[in-house]
């Protein structure tokens, strides 16, 4: 009996450490990242997000576990996207109520609280119903960042970015490529890609 005892014991400290070790291994595996861009690329200022967007994309290089996503003004049929990542980085012009071409940077329930309150008419409208879609079925992300760029005019048609909000197209995607980065998913340069920006 003794000898069944220290078998047993060893068994469980196998055990133990292959639990760690694959606890270990999973902390560590790249997980899945979703950069979204919203708003409407003919209505001026509001087409910050989905033109930043684009220019990561021509610029930079992104590993497999990040899917660039141009998510316009699509709204709740962005449910199986918010639904897919653990992480969500948002570009969007936001009327912060500051000064035009002004920049922030919101994380976790600020960021949430935010889009849930995105206006209808505005950049990402309906996006909201995609996050509490989301949030309802348990599959939310665990982890929300929004860049935010303040319009000076977002009512527009058929207008480019003004060239306030234009100024601050490179500063958005070097601010998305340092939270990529720190979630330790950094794109890496191309070569050569066209300019874009309206």
């Not at 055990?15 to 606890?23: C, E």
């Not at 990040?66 to 980085?89: D, N």
């Amino acid at each position: 009996m003794p000898h069944a005892s220290r078998d047993d014991g060893a068994v469980r400290a196998f055990a133990r450490r292959a639990l760690a070790g694959l606890a270990k291994r999973q902390a560590l595996a790249p997980q899945r990242v979703v950069v979204l861009g919203l708003g409407n690329v003919q209505w001026g200022d509001a087409g910050i997000g989905v033109l930043a967007l684009e220019r990561l994309k021509a610029g930079w290089q992104c590993p497999e576990q990040v899917e660039l996503v141009e998510g316009g003004t699509r709204g709740r049929a962005l449910v199986p996207v918010v639904e897919s990542t653990r992480r969500l980085l948002v570009l969007s012009a936001i009327d912060f109520g500051l000064a035009p071409g002004a920049r922030r940077v919101l994380t976790g329930d600020a960021a949430a609280e935010y889009l849930y309150t995105l206006r209808p008419g505005r950049p990402g409208m309906g996006f909201a119903d995609a996050l509490a879609c989301a949030q309802l079925s348990g599959r939310s992300p665990r982890e929300i960042v929004l860049i935010g760029v303040q319009p000076q005019a977002s009512d527009c048609y058929g207008a480019g970015l003004s060239s306030t909000v234009r100024g601050q197209l490179d500063a958005t995607v070097e601010a998305a490529r340092l939270w990529l980065r720190r979630w330790r998913a950094a794109p890496l340069p191309r070569l050569e890609h066209p300019e874009i920006g309206g």
